[in-house]
C-alpha cells in the first residue's frame, strides 16, 4: 500500500490524495464504488449509512444525484447529503460533489468532491487481478468561510487510507 497526503506534505492545501492496491479487478472496485447501497462499505467509520432510495440503481453517468443517509456527532445527528456525479468513466474514474437541496428544490454544493481512479495493476502471478485505487478528497474550491463553518477537512489524510483498506475489506468479501 502507497499513502500519500499532498496536503500533509505542503503540496496542496486544498486536498489529500492516498492510493492503494486492491486484490481485485477494476470492473469489482468499480461495480461497489458505483452502487450507492454499498457506499457505507467504503467508510471506515459510520458517517456514511444507507442509501435514500429504497432500490437505487447503479451510477451509469455524469449528472447522476444519489441520496445517502448520513450521521454525525458534530452535526445534529442523522442529515441527508445528495451527491452529484461529476466524473464518470466506467471501470476508470468516478467522482461526486456533495450537497444538500435548498428550499428552491435546488442541488447546492460545497465545493468538496470525491474522486476515485482506478488502473489495472497486475496480479499476484497467480492470474489474479489488482487494481491500484487512487482516493482524492478535495477541498481547494471551498471558500473560506465556508472552510472555517465546516472545519475543513474534517478528518486527517489516515481516514482516506482507512477508507481503501475499508473498500479492500468490501470488495474482497464478495
Same mark, same amino acid.
Given at each position: 500500500m502507497t499513502a500519500e497526503s499532498t496536503a500533509a506534505?505542503?503540496?496542496d492545501p486544498g486536498r489529500y490524495v492516498v492510493s492503494r492496491t486492491i486484490?481485485?479487478?477494476?470492473?469489482?472496485?468499480?461495480?461497489?464504488?458505483?452502487?450507492?447501497?454499498?457506499?457505507?462499505?467504503t467508510e471506515p467509520t459510520d458517517w456514511v449509512r444507507g442509501s435514500l432510495e429504497e432500490d437505487p440503481a447503479p451510477l451509469t453517468e455524469v449528472g447522476q444525484v444519489f441520496g445517502i443517509e448520513m450521521f454525525h456527532v458534530n452535526t445534529p445527528g442523522r442529515y441527508d447529503m445528495h451527491n452529484r456525479v461529476i466524473a464518470f468513466e466506467r471501470d476508470r474514474t468516478i467522482a461526486w460533489e456533495p450537497g444538500q437541496y435548498g428550499p428552491d428544490g435546488e442541488l447546492g454544493t460545497g465545493g468538496w468532491t470525491w474522486r476515485y481512479d482506478l488502473a489495472p495493476a497486475g496480479g499476484q502471478g497467480d492470474g489474479s487481478s489488482a487494481t491500484e485505487v487512487t482516493l482524492i478528497y478535495?477541498?481547494?474550491?471551498?471558500?473560506?468561510? %465556508?472552510? $472555517?463553518?465546516f472545519g475543513l477537512p474534517p478528518f486527517p489524510p489516515s481516514f %482516506?487510507? $482507512?477508507s481503501l483498506a475499508a473498500l479492500e475489506r468490501a470488495v474482497t468479501a464478495e
Open positions: 506534505q505542503g503540496k486484490p481485485a479487478a477494476p470492473q469489482q472496485v468499480f461495480a461497489l464504488l458505483a452502487d450507492p447501497a454499498r457506499h457505507h462499505e478535495d477541498w481547494s474550491a471551498v471558500p473560506d468561510p %465556508l472552510r $472555517e463553518e %482516506l487510507e $482507512e
